[in-house]
């Protein structure tokens, strides 16, 4: 059974920090990952994204604050985020793409990131 499961998210200051996790289970091979984000009344958007080996990609919003990395061996993916903007707040969403199904991802339930003024 496939899973992603996010966590990390929660209520924090503008300028503050959070460290969002999203661990993958039962897929097979994962090649990219990444983070995406909902606001209310806004369409998906991606945040980051990191291939197998490293390389990552980032919104020019977040660019400079936020930093994505993963490790391989848990198929674990994190989203380190700092100098976080009321901007930023959004439901966080994770994904994951296999190699036997490179594309269409696999998605989590998202995460909460709510971000006071």
């Known amino acids: 059974q496939v899973q992603l499961v996010e966590s990390g998210g929660g209520l924090v200051q503008a300028g503050g920090s959070l460290r969002l996790s999203c661990a993958a289970s039962?897929?097979?091979?994962?090649?990219?990952m990444g983070w995406y984000r909902q606001a209310p009344g806004k369409q998906r958007e991606l945040v980051a994204s990191?291939?197998?080996?490293?390389?990552?990609n980032y919104a020019d919003s977040v660019k400079g604050r936020f930093t994505i990395s993963r490790d391989n061996a848990k198929n674990t993916v994190y989203l380190q985020m700092n100098s976080l903007k009321p901007e930023d707040a959004a439901v966080y969403y994770c994904?994951?793409?296999?190699?036997?199904?490179?594309?269409?991802?696999?998605w989590g339930q998202g995460t909460q990131v709510t971000v006071s003024s």
């Open positions: 994904n994951a793409f296999s190699v036997r199904r490179p594309q269409n991802a696999y």
């Open positions: 039962g897929i097979i091979f994962i090649i990219n």
């Open positions: 990191i291939t197998r080996d490293g390389t990552t």
